[in-house]
Nanobody, 123 residues
Framework: QVQLVESGGGWVQAGGSLRLSCAGS????????MGWFGQAPGKEREFVAA????????YYGDSVKGRFTLSRDNAKNTVYLQMNSLKPEDTAVYYC????????????????WGQGTQVTVSS
């Protein structure tokens, strides 16, 4: 059974930083593309970032480019989303995702989802 467990969400003031983590189990983590999506209240889930199995390729949504950085540690079966210069509009539930390829994941075709972690940015 595949499990993606997110952690690191919370409350932060605008301009602050948070780091989200996602630990995967039950899948061949080293061969899976990983990523994050965010869903703000009343809105659809949107792509945030994706990373290839090797970590050599990354994709970012336009709204987070230059502020968020996605990385992975295959030895720990974990991906990390470093979120800097946070804005109130970044407030959302952030979901970890896994797919066969990073480009596929970025298009929204996801094989597995985590339960989500809340990020709240106050102005």
């Amino acid at each position: 059974q595949v499990q993606l467990v997110e952690s690191g969400g919370g409350w932060v003031q605008a301009g602050g930083s948070l780091r989200l983590s996602c630990a995967g189990s039950g899948l061949t983590f080293m061969s899976a593309a990983m990523g994050w999506f965010g869903q703000a209240p009343g809105k659809e889930r949107e792509f945030v970032a994706a990373i290839s199995w090797s970590g050599g390729i990354t994709y970012y949504g336009d709204s987070v480019k230059g502020r968020f950085t996605l990385s992975r540690d295959n030895a720990k079966n974990t991906v990390y989303l470093q979120m800097n210069s946070l804005k109130p509009e970044d407030t959302a539930v952030y979901y970890c995702a896994a797919a066969k390829a990073s480009r596929v994941l970025a298009s929204g075709s996801v094989d597995y989802w985590g339960q989500g972690t809340q990020v709240t940015v106050s102005s």
